[in-house]
């Protein structure tokens, strides 16, 4: 028999669990450092607590457990749809992180797929030199293999502008030609906080026939995305940058190009039959989903998100909970037919009726084109709201910096150009010293 002790570790297994955690130091902390991550939400590990209770195998099993944990994980493909414009829940994939979601790509490249037949010597990729490494190692390294093959495929590496961070468009046009199959850039530098034009070069790629890519890590966090608008074919991003835990990164598909890609990684789940002669895949998105996904992870992410827009649309605090449950209804619900459930407990549909009748937006409860269009206007709405925020505090960080003897900041644009990290260098100090110092006072950068 299970030892009683460790039964009382198990929260499925129990009626009730109360958690009471101190901080170890008993500092206040100061993070300046949300461009590289960002700590979870009390909501998201209260979301990770809830779903222990009922936490299940996904999409494979009968038992309540599992039907619930299918259904939340599901809400979440759902909401990611939504926060990017995506006009299908299954045009969204998970893995760990935006590096691991570039180099899925890169690796499907390597023998081509339907629509996108193997590279050839003479055909060439185009990045830029704002690249973080995850969107620039992974093409390296598809011409490395390509050349061990006999292929030889040129890897452009477009301008930027050393004094204000921009990319060169100019020296962009000249090198995306007819031979380039792939274009894929950074939607917002990690060094200087510039965005590139990511709908022109998009019109660019699509000209010449090239797979259009854009590295969303530092966009998505900050910034009203729709990946209509700037016709991107993929669009890579992590959660942890918009308080959630480290462990899910995301990548949007176009659907006609992900249906024609084979799994990134075969294995159970994604199959629907198989013999010694082959297998047959699942649609969308299941063949993406190999072996038990982290539900956990997807499910606390997801809720975690949301409780940052949440505060930005004024949902949360006492006497919010009926918009709360209505915009949570409008993020989460599906923008298009839907084949499973989606449910909600009595008390929350009761809520969400009357904040619909309150705002007379009673369409978006049986409506889901109005639904979506609707989440969108959301989305919007709360995004601007963070980046408003983002620009502010950018701008006091410029002004503090500058007023500082020695220090030098890099690049030359004003905050609103630029706006979610400031890069310096302080006369004669490392930067490691440096963070150590201000680490001794509370500050993390």
Same mark, same amino acid.
């Given at each position: 028999?299970?030892?009683?002790?460790?039964?009382?570790?198990?929260?499925?297994?129990?009626?009730? /669990?109360? /958690?009471?955690?101190?901080?170890?130091?008993?500092?206040?902390?100061?993070?300046?450092?949300?461009?590289?991550?960002? @700590?979870?939400?009390?909501?998201?590990?209260?979301?990770?607590?809830?779903?222990?209770?009922?936490?299940? @195998?996904?999409?494979?099993?009968?038992?309540?457990?599992?039907?619930?944990?299918?259904?939340?994980?599901?809400?979440?493909?759902?909401?990611?749809?939504?926060?990017?414009?995506?006009?299908?829940?299954?045009?969204?994939?998970?893995?760990?992180?935006?590096?691991?979601?570039?180099?899925?790509?890169?690796?499907?490249?390597?023998?081509?797929?339907?629509?996108?037949?193997?590279?050839?010597?003479?055909?060439?990729?185009?990045?830029?030199?704002?690249?973080?490494?995850?969107?620039?190692?992974?093409?390296?390294?598809?011409?490395?293999?390509?050349?061990?093959?006999?292929?030889?495929? #040129?890897?452009?590496?477009?301008?930027?502008?050393?004094?204000?961070?921009?990319?060169?468009?100019?020296? /962009?046009?000249?090198?995306?030609? $007819?031979?380039?199959?792939?274009?894929?850039?950074?939607?917002?530098?990690?060094?200087?906080?510039?965005?590139?034009?990511?709908?022109?070069?998009?019109?660019?790629?699509? $000209?010449?026939?090239?797979?259009?890519?854009?590295?969303?890590?530092?966009?998505?966090?900050?910034?009203?995305?729709?990946?209509?608008?700037?016709?991107?074919?993929?669009?890579?991003?992590?959660?942890?940058?918009?308080?959630?835990?480290?462990?899910?990164?995301?990548?949007?598909?176009?659907?006609?190009? /992900?249906?024609?890609?084979?799994?990134?990684?075969?294995?159970?789940?994604?199959?629907?039959?198989?013999?010694?002669?082959? =297998?047959?895949?699942?649609?969308?998105?299941?063949?993406?989903?190999?072996?038990?996904?982290?539900?956990?992870?997807?499910?606390?992410?997801?809720?975690?998100?949301?409780?940052?827009?949440?505060?930005?649309?004024?949902?949360?605090?006492?006497?919010?909970?009926?918009?709360?449950?209505?915009?949570?209804?409008?993020?989460? =619900?599906?923008?298009?037919?839907?084949?499973?459930?989606?449910?909600?407990?009595?008390?929350?549909?009761?809520?969400? $009726?009357?904040?619909?009748?309150?705002?007379?937006?009673? #369409?978006?409860?049986?409506?889901?084109?109005?639904?979506?269009?609707? =989440?969108?206007?959301?989305?919007?709405?709360?995004?601007? =709201?963070?980046?408003?925020?983002?620009?502010?505090?950018?701008?006091?960080?410029?002004?503090?910096?500058?007023?500082?003897?020695?220090?030098?900041?890099?690049?030359?644009?004003?905050?609103?150009?630029?706006?979610?990290?400031?890069?310096?260098?302080?006369?004669?100090?490392?930067?490691?010293?440096?963070?150590?110092?201000?680490?001794?006072?509370?500050?993390?950068?």
């Amino acid at each position: 028999m299970l030892p009683e002790a460790l039964r009382r570790e198990v929260p499925f297994l129990q009626e009730r /669990l109360d /958690l009471s955690v101190a901080r170890p130091e008993g500092q206040r902390r100061i993070s300046l450092d949300s461009t590289a991550t960002t @700590p979870p939400t009390r909501e998201a590990l209260e979301a990770m607590i809830r779903a222990s209770f009922n936490y299940g @195998p996904f999409e494979r099993g009968g038992s309540d457990a599992s039907i619930k944990t299918s259904l939340a994980t599901l809400s979440t493909y759902n909401f990611l749809a939504n926060l990017v414009g995506a006009r299908s829940w299954k045009e969204m994939v998970f893995g760990r992180n935006t590096t691991e979601m570039i180099n899925h790509v890169a690796n499907a490249l390597k023998g081509g797929f339907d629509g996108f037949p193997r590279m050839q010597s003479g055909q060439n990729i185009v990045t830029t030199y704002m690249e973080h490494n995850s969107n620039y190692l992974p093409w390296l390294e598809l011409t490395k293999f390509l050349k061990g093959y006999g292929i030889k495929v #040129d890897l452009r590496l477009v301008d930027v502008d050393k004094k204000t961070g921009q990319l060169d468009m100019k020296d /962009l046009s000249r090198k995306v030609d $007819r031979n380039t199959r792939v274009v894929t850039v950074t939607g917002k530098s990690n060094v200087l906080g510039t965005t590139p034009p990511l709908e022109e070069i998009g019109d660019i790629a699509h $000209r010449h026939e090239a797979l259009y890519i854009v590295d969303g890590a530092q966009l998505v966090p900050g910034h009203y995305v729709d990946v209509q608008a700037i016709n991107a074919d993929f669009l890579a991003f992590s959660l942890h940058k918009m308080m959630a835990p480290f462990g899910v990164g995301v990548l949007y598909g176009k659907s006609a190009i /992900l249906e024609a890609m084979p799994p990134f990684i075969p294995g159970g789940g994604t199959v629907n039959d198989t013999d010694k002669n082959g =297998a047959d895949y699942y649609g969308l998105p299941q063949k993406f989903i190999a072996g038990s996904p982290d539900s956990l992870g997807i499910i606390t992410s997801g809720v975690s998100v949301q409780t940052l827009l949440h505060a930005t649309l004024g949902n949360l605090g006492e006497g919010r909970e009926q918009q709360k449950a209505f915009a949570s209804m409008i993020l989460n =619900a599906p923008s298009e037919e839907w084949e499973h459930r989606y449910q909600v407990p009595t008390e929350e549909g009761v809520m969400i $009726r009357a904040e619909a009748e309150r705002l007379g937006k009673m #369409d978006v409860l049986r409506d889901t084109k109005a639904r979506g269009e609707y =989440a969108r206007e959301l989305v919007s709405q709360a995004m601007g =709201a963070i980046a408003d925020h983002e620009i502010e505090l950018t701008r006091r960080a410029i002004e503090g910096l500058s007023s500082i003897p020695g220090v030098e900041i890099y690049g030359s644009l004003p905050a609103e150009q630029r706006y979610g990290l400031v890069s310096f260098n302080a006369r004669g100090q490392e930067a490691r010293q440096i963070g150590f110092e201000l680490n001794k006072r509370g500050i993390e950068i």
